[in-house]
Each structure stands twice: as C-alpha cells, then as structure tokens.
C-alpha cells in the first residue's frame, strides 16, 4: 500500500498541470496548434500502451473475468458523460469557432471535462493504492494530456467570451475535479480488496476511452504526419519508462 500523503502529492500535480495548461492560453491567448497535438500523440500513445498492457492484464489478475464488464462500464460511462449527457465533446474541439462560440455549448464541454478530470484523479488514486509502480505510470499518463486538457477548457472559454475571472475559475475547478478523485483513496483504504480490483477495472476502462476515442481522433484529423509516429513515440515512452522505473526504484509490476 502507498501512503495516502504520496497518492495526494501526485494527484496535486496532476491538477497543477490542468492549470497550467490554461495558463499558457489566457497569458498569451494564441498557441501553435502542432503544440497540442504532438502533446497530445504523446499522451495517446502512453496511455494506449498502459492500459493495454498493464491496467487490464492487472484487473483480471484481480477480480477474474468480472473485470471485463467493469472495464466496459468504465469505457461507457466516459462516453455517456461527454457524447450524452453534455452533448457532443472532443479535444480541440476549441478550433472550431463555428461551434465553439456559445456560452451553453461552452459550458456543455466544461461539464464534460469536469467529469474526465475526476476520473484522472481516481485512476491515480486507485493504481497506487493497488501497486505503486503501476500508479506512477498511470501519473505519468495523465500528465501528459493535462496540459493539453488545460489548454481546451481555457480555450472554449476564450472562443465563447467567458470574463477572464470566470476562465480563471474553470480552469482552477478542472484541477479541483482532478484533485477531487485522487482524495477517494480515503474511501478505498476502507473497503474491500476486491472492491479496489472493481475500481482500477473501471479505471483501465476510463483509460481506454481517453487513449482510443478522445486523443486519437483528434490526431487523426491532422495533416500533420509526424503526429502518428509521436503517438508510436508515446508507446515506447511507455516502456522505456517501465523498464526505468523497475531498474532505478527495484520495483516489479508483476
């Protein structure tokens, strides 16, 4: 088990990145476009890389079969929170000043974001509850499309001429939100063993969405071709970074 101060620590910086990331937009309000999206490869390909190699080989190994509707649920539930619930939502979706114009539709996005960051934050939370080694890669993870996320909300707001004080607020909630699912591990220390398995199934699932259905689209879209092979870069990173982390830190994920 990981010291709660630790799984807190982790999730703090998590959210501090989602703030930075709307700073870099609201302090100079124009950023190069390829920025985000090799950001974003980056992000993808890390992911992907994690949760198929590690999230959800670990869930299995620790609920058995029941794991695979836990981690479609999770998969679901991200999906129905940003295609559903608060309308139709996507990274970069900023760019497009066509739709991204109306303070309804800003908020829509927000709301959608909100809910993603929580579960960023309850992944970090649940992975190093369950094994340091695999919560840092989560960390890591995250990390890597908080930035990117920062800069989206920042930037609907910018493009739905929010005031500068209710960006800041947004902005300042999403790393909240973050925050606000790390502080479940004091929830998790109390239940189950198996009810943690539960939860980084769902997680893994969560993970899988944010890899495979917001980040790679928005690549895809790109005419940028040097975008795919940061998100191949991104897989590597992946394990080059397990493999570092096992060497330097003496610990084994399996």
């Not at 999230?55 to 299995?60: D, E, K, T, V, Y």
């Not at 934050?121 to 890591?140: A, T």
Request: hydrophobic share 55%; net charge negative; charged share 10%.
């Amino acid at each position: 088990m990981t010291d709660i101060t630790i799984i807190l620590f982790f999730g703090f910086i998590a959210a501090f990145a989602e703030i930075i990331g709307a700073a870099i937009v609201l302090l100079r309000q124009r950023w190069p476009r390829k920025f985000q999206e090799y950001l974003l490869a980056l992000g993808a390909g890390f992911i992907l890389a994690l949760v198929f190699s590690e999230l959800i080989p670990r869930s299995f190994d620790a609920i058995g079969a029941i794991a695979a509707v836990f981690i479609i649920l999770g998969y679901a539930v991200i999906h129905l929170f940003e295609h559903t619930i608060v309308g139709h939502l996507h990274f970069g979706e900023e760019t497009h000043h066509d739709v991204m114009v109306s303070k309804i539709a800003s908020l829509s996005a927000y709301a959608g974001l909100f809910v993603h960051a929580f579960f960023d934050g309850l992944s970090i939370s649940v992975g190093m509850h369950f094994n340091y080694l695999v919560g840092l890669l989560i960390f890591i993870a995250v990390l890597l499309h908080k930035i990117p996320e920062g800069m989206t909300i920042a930037s609907i707001m910018l493009s739905a001429d929010h005031t500068k004080k209710f960006r800041l607020w947004a902005s300042y909630s999403l790393g909240a939100a973050t925050m606000l699912g790390a502080c479940m591990i004091f929830i998790l220390t109390n239940v189950d063993v198996r009810i943690t398995g539960i939860a980084f199934a769902f997680s893994a699932g969560t993970g899988a969405y944010v890899g495979a259905t917001d980040l790679v689209p928005e690549i895809n879209k790109s005419e940028n071709r040097l975008a795919p092979i940061i998100v191949l870069i991104g897989m590597l990173l992946f394990y080059g970074t397990l493999r570092g982390l096992e060497i330097v830190a003496g610990i084994h994920t399996h």
